[in-house]
């Protein structure tokens, strides 16, 4: 994106996790035309970019200031985006999309359950991390069309295996494709004691590991 995105107060800015998910999205072929539909915009980044590259993008997200924030800076960017409130893919029950990207929430938490409201809602889910992965594994791959794509951003500490297995039983391809290690934000930082108890980290470890993963429908 070459405009600079305004994110509101409470709504998750793009970080390391959304540039490693729109850089797995500049290796994906022509997307001129293409349907996409990106869960959790935030801010909008990732589904600025499809859209910037010719795709017709529905962008999703449970918060109502991060639905005004991805408006707002399509408006900015000038690019047509189509940005509803709702949960996952409540809002686009019944339809299919060439492209599914997807940056949920996906850090481990002391509360077995997601919050309700508040900064946290982008990135607190359970205690495994997986309350909203597991969602997005079972749901995705009626959204995808024949030949369709979901590309997936989470941190190595919420089980990338248990992604890829699940992905794999609904009869998808998919593989990890791109890792990268970050320095603890915020977040981790202040929950380190926590992930240490849990043997989520080891104790030397100082950097978090996210990945990316690709699965396809090939039938």
Known sequence: MTTPLLTLPGVYAPQHDTHLLAAELDREPSLAGADVLDIGTG?????????????????????????????????????????????????????????VLANPPYVPAPSAR???????????????GRLVLDRICHGAPDLLRPGGTLLLVHSALSAPDRTLDLLRGHGLHASLVRRRWVPFGPVLTGRHAWLLEQQLLAPEQTREGLVVIRAERTD
């Open 43 to 99: 801010s909008g980044a990732v589904a600025l970019a499809a859209a910037e590259r010719g795709a017709r993008v529905t962008a999703v997200d449970i918060s109502w200031r991060a639905v005004l924030t991805a408006r707002l800076n399509a408006r900015l960017s000038r690019l047509p985006l189509r940005v509803l409130r709702g949960d996952l893919f409540t809002p686009v029950a019944g339809r299919t999309f060439d492209l």
């Open 114 to 128: 997601l919050p309700h409201r508040g900064p946290a809602r982008a990135w607190d889910a359970g205690r495994d």
